[in-house]
């Protein structure tokens, strides 16, 4: 729960930072950051929940990439303020690691979980400007681009069939997109997203109510 918070509070605080211009948020971030890349390396590997797999910081693969995700995005943001052996050292002990991490635990399968993991591993890829990272979140058998591919029925639902769980894939994807948008590495021209977020709109009723879903 804890490394949650911290990590969240690294892009939200990297977000104000950006805003505000105030220093004191630029250098909480960089604090969260030195201190998890202080300690990652010696982290045990526990957990191991089925379908899932194990983590470092957290018991699941999922909330592992979900932490690696925001600490990357908010060392993206304040990464000007570092020096170059800040960045070294914050690369070389937390988000490599991390992105090895993930590589060795995503799972085989379709499923929103690998839809984050992947992309967590695709924006620390890109971070680490390593096309060999961003190669396999992206267009490896059960990557970024296979999901997309597979997991959509016709109308643009994803496959789980829960809105929750169609909302919290596009969430994986927009967050990748916020660094690959205008690279070669994009899925935007795969015309997927668009459906995905008409599906949604189709169920509106004519007072702008949701429509609930059922399978069937």
């Not at 804890?2 to 990297?14: D, E, I, K, P």
């Not at 599906?199 to 399978?215: E, I």
Request: proline letters at 4%; charged letters at 20%; one cysteine or more.
């Amino acid at each position: 729960m804890m490394n949650g918070h911290n990590c969240r509070a690294s892009y939200q605080l990297g977000l104000l930072w950006l805003l505000t211009g105030e220093a004191h948020y630029a250098q909480r971030v960089r604090q969260i950051l030195l201190a998890y890349a202080r300690y990652y390396p010696a982290y045990e590997v526990h957990g191991g929940i089925p379908c899932n797999g194990p983590g470092k910081m957290n018991i699941q693969t999922l909330c592992e990439a979900n932490c690696l995700l925001e600490l990357a995005k908010g060392y993206d943001l304040i990464r000007s303020t570092l020096t170059r052996r800040q960045q070294r050292f914050i690369e070389s002990r937390l988000l490599r690691p991390g992105a090895a991490f993930l590589c060795q635990h995503r799972e085989n399968q379709l499923h929103n979980h690998e839809v984050k993991v992947n992309a967590a591993i695709g924006v620390l890829g890109l971070l680490l400007d390593d096309a060999t990272v961003v190669d396999f979140a992206i267009n490896e058998p059960y990557g970024l681009r296979w999901q997309l591919q597979q997991g959509l029925y016709p109308e643009g639902l994803w496959f789980e069939g829960s809105a929750h769980y169609h909302f919290y894939v596009l969430q994986g994807y927009f967050d990748w997109e916020k660094f690959a948008r205008g690279t070669d590495w994009s899925l935007m021209e795969e015309g997927l997203y668009e459906r995905m977020l008409d599906f949604p709109l189709n169920l509106l009723t004519p007072t702008a109510h949701s429509r609930s879903l059922t399978m069937r």
